[in-house]
């Protein structure tokens, strides 16, 4: 309990003393509770269209509604419900999807880095294969086959990115796997899995954390762009990169379209990141 205690004051005071960390944390808890509570929160029905409500203004200027504080599109859809919805598609494929990236690169990467060998070497090959294929190409090939679906979006996200994880995740094990609690649980004939599960996995879970909380922003960056080209998020539903989509064709006579979502993956992405930042100086053995 007090080494508990002695963690959550560290934290906090780490937290306190770094500016950018706290709007991080902010802004990913506010956006957390936008897309918990989007039901809520949103004023209309994301895909109600409303045929006398076209192109109607943000509500400050001229022509604007207080009834649609964002504007509507060309269908009359309220611009703000739909980023409100829009936030629990693109956090969910995000999170997801790092996930299951992190799953398949650690688990290479603590196989890869405790055997070594042959198949370390047959390991990392098949990760550089990976890496040798552009990631944009690989999502639009996967997705035109297999179809746009949320499912199909995290599967495919998270092939894309796992290959940092067994990289990163692979050199820290080829350093603790020396250390001396590991030679002591071998001499006693510890169990191999039970080494990699019981030593090795808790010592890489910070590196783990700190590259997954960086890789939901990239990941929600992927999936924006590939619904913004048709290829993700597929209508009804309501992703930020579709909004995005829908307002590109009317950038000149309706900027507020493609404005507002843009700035809500902007603003969200930046949370991420800054939260990121903040967790590698928590999570760094030298801070301590």
Known sequence: MRKRNGTIKRWSKLLLRSKTGT?????????????????ILAPHDPNAINPGGLHVPPSWMEGGSAEHLLGTDNLGRDILSR?????????????????????????????????????????????????????????????????????????VLGLTNWTSYARLVRGEVLSIKERDFVRAARSIGVKNNKIIIRHLLPNVISTFIVISTLSVASTIILESSLSFLGLGIQPPTVSWGTVLSDGRDYLATSWWLATFPGIAITITVLGIIFLGDWLRDVLDPRTK
């Open 23 to 39: 709007v991080g944390l902010l802004i990913v808890f506010f956006i957390t509770l936008v897309a918990v509570f989007a039901p």
């Open 83 to 155: 980023i409100i919805y829009g936030s629990q598609v693109s956090l969910l494929v995000g999170i997801a999807a790092v996930l299951l990236s992190g799953i398949i690169g650690v688990c290479i990467g603590l196989i890869a880095g405790f055997y070594g060998g042959l198949l370390d070497n047959i390991l990392m090959r098949f990760v550089d294969s990976f890496l040798a294929i552009p990631t944009i190409l690989f999502s639009l090939v996967f997705l035109a086959v297999f179809g746009p679906s949320i499912i199909t979006l995290i599967i």
